[in-house]
């Protein structure tokens, strides 16, 4: 492994601590319009996410709950991502850092500058769940699921 690589890692691994010790948008909203609970039963971690829809635009995004550092590093960046987006725009953003998490690929997409520093889970199919249960949650909401989402199913 290079200097270069190495160093890249580190801001990468800066980023994910930064994310999971100061979440952004780590709250509830007061009224949401959708919701939805996600269970990460091999982890532990839980998250529970919060969008108000404005039309068809998602305005505010919002979550709450424990998790690993990696599982909520991801939801605070997923919350920066679709926020202001349509559901279509949210849903392909979803989509598309699912596909970085799975594969470790980078996106091609600005939104998901932040989210690239999770592409290293991509090699620990465990950890993948973590990164990936923020999203698969939010998708739940925006689709107007309100049962529990869960990795396990
Ligand atoms: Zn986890």
New binding site residues.
């Given amino acids: 492994m290079n200097a270069a690589t190495n160093e890249l890692q580190e801001i990468y691994r800066q980023r994910v601590l930064d994310h999971s010790k100061h979440p952004h948008n780590f709250r509830q909203l007061p009224t949401p319009t959708h919701e939805a609970l996600g269970f990460?039963p091999l982890?532990?971690?839980k998250l529970k996410i919060y969008l108000q829809m404005n039309d068809d635009h998602i305005s505010d995004v919002a979550f709450e709950g424990t998790?690993?550092a990696?599982?909520v590093a991801s939801a605070s960046m997923m919350t920066e991502a679709i926020r202001g987006q349509s559901v279509a725009a949210a849903s392909k953003l979803i989509g598309a850092a699912q596909h970085i998490f799975s594969t470790g690929m980078p996106a091609d997409n600005k939104a998901l500058d932040e989210v690239e520093a999770l592409a290293g889970v991509s090699q620990y199919p465990s950890r993948i769940k973590?990164a990936s249960l923020a999203w698969s949650t939010a998708e739940a909401a925006l689709s107007g699921k309100t049962n529990q989402v869960s990795t396990e199913e």
């Fill in positions: 990460n982890c532990g971690d998790g690993c990696i599982s973590c």
